[in-house]
């Protein structure tokens, strides 16, 4: 069975001193919300604080995120940050196409996957976020959004697909504290994985997360679906005992 993994979004929040507070209070409950289980867990931070996470993080068990990964090696890029150098801070998973990102940043299907290229090429796994807008669950068109915004990514990086970690986040949850039903939820996540069977033959590896206001309340069910194999945390990651009870629902 694959480890469940939780990944934090901290967004566009934090300070040198709520960092600390929030890293040590999760480091601190950690093992109680664990028990004998084992869960993966990461914070994705914002790029400035990377340095300071990474020192937080060592030898606690918890892994460290970046929010995005440029499409480009090096170069005439300002602002942005490449995969050599968030491996330069011992980053492990990288979030690419989150909605925010699609949205407020006009970033393409291919940049994506364009993206998720070179984190894996660097060694750090991508978590590609796919996710309908309402107008298009309304318009019954969920299925091919997200079938196509997977799509680009399988086409662009071929068999190294297995190593990418995919999550769900439908655009009308995120932050608005509206979830998708457990049901709705495992009814995309089997569309997903159905077609990473069809790209790849160790599609059991690629774990699949639901993001999309997950918090203490909800989490244990939406986790306990088949096709659920984690979350992708916004707002509730900021929260130490709303985080920590997120890991302990992974960990049943
Ligand atoms: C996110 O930003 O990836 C997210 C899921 O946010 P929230 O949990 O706040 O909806």
């Not at 940049?111 to 894996?120: D, E, S």
């Not at 970690?165 to 995309?188: F, L």
């Not at 203490?216 to 900021?238: C, F, K, R, V």
Request: proline share 2%; with cysteine; charged share 15%.
């Amino acid at each position: 069975m694959k480890q469940k993994l939780i990944a934090g979004n901290w967004k566009m929040n934090g300070s040198l001193i709520a960092n600390a507070a929030l890293v040590h209070g999760v480091q601190q409950g950690l093992a109680s919300a664990l028990g004998a289980k084992r869960v993966q867990v990461v914070v994705c931070v914002p790029a400035v604080y990377l340095s300071q996470v990474q020192q937080l993080v060592q030898g606690s068990g918890i892994d460290l995120g970046s929010q995005d990964v440029s499409a480009h090696e090096q170069g005439a890029f300002t602002g942005e940050v490449s995969a050599a150098m968030l491996k330069d801070f011992a980053v492990r998973y990288a979030i690419v196409g989150h909605s925010e990102r699609r949205q407020c940043h006009g970033e393409t299907d291919e940049q994506v996957a364009l993206k998720a290229q070179h984190a894996l090429s660097a060694g750090i796994t991508p978590i590609v976020c796919v996710g309908e807008t309402l107008a298009e669950r309304e318009a019954g068109k969920t299925e091919d959004v997200v079938k196509r915004q997977l799509a680009a990514v399988i086409h662009t990086n071929g068999h190294c697909i297995s190593e990418i970690v995919v999550a769900y986040e439908p655009v009308w949850a995120i932050g608005t504290g509206q979830t998708a039903s457990p049901t709705q939820a495992q009814a995309v996540h089997a569309v997903l994985r159905s077609q990473l069977k069809a790209a790849t033959e160790h599609s059991d590896r690629v774990r699949i997360l639901y993001g999309g206001s997950m918090n203490a309340a909800n989490a244990a069910e939406l986790l306990s679906q088949p096709d659920i194999d984690g979350g992708l945390i916004g707002g509730a990651a900021l929260k130490v005992a709303d985080f920590l009870t997120i890991i302990s629902a992974a960990a049943r």
